[in-house]
T-cell receptor, first 113, second 112 residues
């Protein structure tokens, strides 16, 4: 079985401040981890992934995520938030060799001007 | 050039009707999916289709059935629509193990 927890329904941050959106996971075997962003009335868009290698992964729009195996976490970060980053963010995990990902419940990021 | 396209974008219909949602991907991917997103934005996988292997989420009612005429298409057919079927349905595709999913922009289904 595999699962993802996004403990915060909503994260509020001021523009220009760093942001973190949290994600923890549970999976048997090696995890494949993903972050997606969803803007209103749009489908999910891929931001970044961790499969293997460097624990710090860089993705689109200046986002990055850090894989922490001991804490089974994959938090999404950005050094300086933009108002346009306001959206719904989903973390997802799958097991190596599986085509079926499990998504978290999503975290709404609100960046205040 | 849209990678994953769904039609229609909006679907308003009455209880008891049968409807279909079409999905096409031009990415050459082998795996396609259907998801349901409810009013709380929770994303639930309904089906996964890979090389003619269909994996069904056992919680999905058998009124829902995916149909794949070829590798680029995975349509969703729904029989006897119920009020609880109102949601946004997303189609997605993936290039394989460890590859990200590409989503369509969704079909907003409203049952009257």
């Amino acid at each position: 079985a595999q699962s993802v927890a996004q403990p915060e329904d909503q994260v509020n941050v001021a523009e220009g401040n760093p942001l973190t959106v949290k994600c923890t996971y549970s999976v048997s075997g090696n995890p494949y981890l993903f972050w997606y962003v969803q803007y209103p009335n749009r489908g999910l868009q891929f931001l970044l992934k961790y499969i293997t290698g460097d624990n710090l992964v860089k993705g689109s729009y200046g986002f990055e995520a850090e894989f922490n195996k001991s804490q089974t976490s994959f938090h999404l970060k950005k050094p300086s938030a933009l108002v346009s980053d306001s959206a719904l963010y989903f973390c997802a995990v799958s097991r190596g060799g599986s085509y079926i990902p499990t998504f978290g419940r999503g975290t709404s990021l609100i960046v205040h001007p | 050039d849209t990678a994953v396209s769904q039609t229609p974008k909006y679907l308003v219909t009455q209880m008891g009707n049968d409807k279909s949602i079409k999905c096409e991907q031009n990415l050459g991917h082998d795996t396609m999916y259907w998801y349901k997103q409810d009013s709380k934005k929770f994303l639930k996988i309904m089906f996964s289709y890979n090389n003619k292997e269909l994996i069904i989420n056992e919680t999905v009612p058998n009124r829902f059935s995916p149909k794949s005429p070829d590798k680029a298409h995975l349509n969703l057919h729904i029989n006897s629509l119920e009020l609880g079927d109102s949601a946004v349905y997303f189609c997605a595709s993936s290039g394989g193990d460890g590859q990200p999913q590409h989503f369509g922009d969704g079909t907003r289904l409203s049952i009257l």
